[in-house]
């Protein structure tokens, strides 16, 4: 369970009633008397205290998350959003979510976000405060809004002193104005905690766009990746723009692209703001290749507004294989960083990493991967005797199976997994 910061607001609610017959009022229990519904919304089990969440099971129950916003919530099955239309954030910043929801792995299918109707912020979540999120699994999202000063991003628009873990994403998000913030997994995160998380979205449009995180500040990414490409005014293949932050543990892989004069595009980072506070980029590196009017292999450039903060870069590398020419940070000499895309799929290259616990690889065959992250293997049960199994890496961690799916009907497959 994800440490909780702070939820604002009695967990306890006391709940008065006029006795029939009489004109006296009773004084419910508190605490245990909340009732197991929110605002007349009857979910299927939970009464929304810490030790019993509302259950979430349908795309009606998600839907009605909104109507107590500091509650404890846990999804209880796949939701299919397919079908469900225009999708309404929950939380804004006026009233954020402030609660605790618990995706329990699994997953919310088909998340449709394609009218601005004036919001700031866009997700399956607004806007989010002293929350706690975790195992949140959001597939095919299509998000892509118009207007300008939009934070969007499958998970949130905008998350504020909030932990967030074990989150994932595919689809793609979307907008067509240059200002606001865009990310896969969201749009702005501010005084919080994202870990264990990865983004296959594609990630379009915004002043600061991302693969994973728009924009970040006072904040730490650590154990996460993305993979998606990402085009923006400030883009970077995990961060568009980081101010007084740290990246530990991560890493990029898709392509960043900025062609905006002012802008800039990195393989990890678009941009590192620095003030008054330092930032710091560890045993993290990218892959993809950084294309614009200012470009850097792992950071695009950096902003200084107050010359206290410094940037720090301990056991950092970038794909010079797709860059050449480039250097670590763009407008900057040093180019020590770069390693030829080989030299990425060695370990003797990642001096000072934690193979052990934190990271894998499969010597000269990938660059390294988060162990944190299971291999996801699909099996086709109606693959003939001989036909061989398909497996999907997650992330290039890499599962390999021998034998073949000779029992279509159990759906079983007779052979051996490794990893």
């Given at each position: 369970?994800?440490g909780i910061?702070?939820?604002?607001g009695?967990?306890?609610?006391?709940l008065?009633?006029?006795?029939v017959?009489?004109?006296l009022?009773?004084?419910?229990v508190?605490?245990?008397?909340?009732q197991?519904f929110?605002?007349g919304?009857?979910f299927p089990?939970?009464?929304?205290?810490?030790?019993?969440?509302?259950?979430?099971m349908?795309?009606?129950?998600l839907?009605?998350?909104?109507?107590?916003?500091d509650?404890?919530y846990v999804?209880g099955?796949?939701?299919?959003?397919?079908s469900?239309g225009?999708w309404?954030?929950?939380?804004?910043?006026?009233?954020p979510?402030?609660g605790?929801f618990d995706g329990?792995d699994?997953?919310?299918?088909?998340?449709?976000i394609?009218?601005?109707?004036?919001?700031?912020?866009?997700?399956?979540?607004?806007?989010?405060?002293?929350a706690?999120?975790q195992?949140i699994?959001?597939?095919?999202v299509h998000i892509?809004?118009?207007a300008?000063?939009?934070?969007?991003?499958a998970?949130a628009?905008?998350i504020k002193?909030?932990?967030?873990g074990?989150v994932s994403v595919?689809?793609?998000?979307?907008?067509?104005?240059?200002?606001?913030?865009?990310?896969?997994?969201?749009?702005?995160?501010?005084n919080?905690?994202?870990?264990?998380s990865?983004s296959?979205?594609?990630?379009?449009?915004?002043?600061?766009?991302?693969?994973?995180?728009?924009f970040m500040?006072?904040?730490?990414?650590?154990?996460s990746?993305?993979?998606?490409?990402v085009?923006?005014n400030?883009?970077?293949g995990l961060?568009g723009?980081?101010?007084y932050s740290?990246?530990?543990?991560?890493y990029?892989?898709?392509n960043?692209?900025?062609?905006?004069?002012?802008?800039?595009?990195?393989?990890?980072i678009?941009?590192?703001?620095?003030g008054?506070?330092?930032?710091?980029?560890?045993?993290?590196y990218?892959?993809?290749?950084?294309?614009?009017?200012t470009s850097?292999?792992?950071?695009?450039k950096?902003?200084?507004?107050e010359?206290?903060g410094n940037?720090?870069?301990?056991?950092?590398?970038?794909?010079?294989?797709?860059?050449?020419?480039?250097?670590?940070i763009?407008?900057?000499?040093?180019n020590?960083q770069g390693?030829?895309?080989d030299?990425?799929k060695e370990?003797?290259?990642?001096?000072g990493?934690?193979f052990?616990?934190?990271?894998g690889?499969t010597?000269?065959?990938?660059?390294?991967y988060?162990l944190?992250f299971k291999?996801e293997?699909?099996?086709?049960?109606?693959?003939?005797?001989?036909?061989?199994v398909f497996?999907?890496?997650?992330g290039f961690n890499?599962?390999?199976v021998?034998?073949?799916?000779?029992?279509p009907?159990?759906?079983?497959?007779?052979?051996s997994?490794?990893?």
């Open positions: 369970m994800i910061l702070t939820l604002q009695s967990r306890c609610k006391q008065l009633r006029l006795a017959g009489s004109a009022l009773i004084a419910l508190i605490g245990a008397g909340r197991a929110a605002d919304y009857d089990g939970g009464d929304g205290s810490p030790g019993n969440p509302y259950v979430v349908t795309a009606e129950d839907d009605h998350v909104r109507d107590d916003l509650a404890y999804l099955a796949d939701i299919d959003l397919s469900f225009e309404q954030p929950i939380g804004t910043g006026v009233e979510f402030q605790v329990g699994f997953k919310i299918t088909g998340l449709t394609t009218v601005d109707d004036g919001k700031e912020h866009y997700g399956l979540f607004g806007y989010i405060q002293n706690a999120l195992n699994h959001l597939r095919d892509d809004v118009a300008e000063n939009r934070q969007v991003g998970l628009g905008a002193m909030t932990t967030v074990n595919t689809g793609t998000i979307r907008t067509d104005h240059l200002n606001g913030a865009t990310g896969g997994i969201a749009g702005g995160i501010s919080g905690v994202l870990s264990d990865y296959a979205a594609d990630v379009s449009g915004g002043e600061h766009a991302g693969g994973l995180i728009g500040s006072g904040s730490t990414v650590q154990s990746y993305a993979s998606g490409n085009a923006g400030n883009a970077g961060i723009t980081m101010d740290t990246v530990v543990n991560s990029a892989i898709g960043a692209t900025s062609e905006i004069a002012g802008g800039a595009s990195g393989g990890l678009g941009t590192v703001k620095l008054l506070t330092d930032s710091e980029v560890q045993n993290s990218s892959l993809g290749k950084a294309e614009g009017v850097g292999g792992l950071i695009g950096k902003y200084i507004y010359t206290i940037l720090t870069l301990v056991h950092v590398c970038w794909n010079n294989s797709a860059n050449p020419g480039l250097q670590t763009g407008g900057e000499p040093d020590t390693r030829a895309l030299a990425l370990k003797s290259t990642f001096a990493w934690d052990a616990g934190v990271w690889i010597e000269d065959e990938s660059t390294p988060l944190v291999p293997l699909q099996l086709d049960a109606q693959a003939g005797p001989g036909t061989p497996s999907a890496e997650n890499k599962v390999t021998t034998g073949t799916s000779s029992i009907a159990s759906g079983r497959c007779f052979g997994v490794t990893r």
